[in-house]
């Protein structure tokens, strides 16, 4: 089954201590995006990747990191997290960073608690 | 920059009523316009999209038509379910990239 996987989906943690939000596609797609919802605000960009090893800032980068290193895997990196970064965060995958047509596919989601 | 607006929820409708969630946008160029549905609990779906002026979108009973002249891409159906319950977000991509500008989303209640 085509899907994006997130792991966990719920996460409770401590300011400061450094945590790893993994995301994995099993389509083969380039792209990859980091997204987090929160109330009144929508689903903001925080990073994305067009490709293995290439990555950019999205629009609320601030305190995260990302990586590519393998085409199926987009691994969100906290290495400080704060009270401000509690959150409802999504990865998504597209066929193609080059067309805009593509559907983006959506993981579960992953529920983060920072006290 | 891009920039989605979209009517503020919820939307609360008794089964089979007529929907419509009003979206309207701001982009350079020409942008492609999506329809994502978020159900209670899960990732976001892509329900439908239009890439190209006076371009329908539909899928599931839903419609939407890209209207550059009133830069809205407003999203219709005919008779809600209960299952239509769910949150609704309208996108836009631009520079025929894949990145996503979303808007706020509008949660929609249906009633039986």
């Known amino acids: 089954e085509a899907q994006v996987t997130q792991n966990p989906r719920y996460l409770i943690t401590v300011t400061g201590k450094k945590l790893t939000v993994t995301c994995s596609q099993n389509m083969n797609h380039e792209y990859m995006s980091w997204y987090r919802q929160d109330p009144g605000l929508g689903l903001r960009q925080i990073y994305y990747s067009m490709n293995v090893e290439v990555t950019d800032k999205g629009d609320v980068p601030e305190g995260y990191k990302v990586s590519r290193k393998e085409k199926r895997n987009f691994p969100l990196i906290l290495e400080s997290p704060s009270p401000n970064q509690t959150s409802l965060y999504f990865c998504?995958?597209?066929?193609?960073?080059?067309?805009?047509?593509?559907?983006?596919?959506f993981g579960p989601g992953t529920r983060l608690t920072v006290t | 920059g891009n920039s989605v607006t979209q009517m503020e929820g919820p939307v609360t409708l008794s089964e089979e009523a007529f929907l419509t969630i009003n979206c309207t946008y701001t982009a350079t160029g020409y942008p492609s316009l999506f329809w994502y549905v978020q159900y209670p609990g899960e990732g976001l779906q892509l329900l439908l999209k239009?890439?190209?002026?006076?371009d329908k979108g539909s899928n599931k009973g839903f419609e939407a038509t890209y209207r550059k002249e009133t830069t809205s891409f407003h999203l219709e159906k005919g008779s809600v379910q209960v299952s239509d319950s769910a949150v609704y977000f309208c996108a836009l991509s631009d520079k025929g990239y894949s990145t996503l500008t979303f808007g706020k989303g509008t949660m929609l209640l249906v009633s039986p």
């Open positions: 998504a995958s597209s066929l193609s960073f080059r067309t805009d047509s593509y559907e983006q596919y």
């Open positions: 239009a890439t190209k002026a006076d």
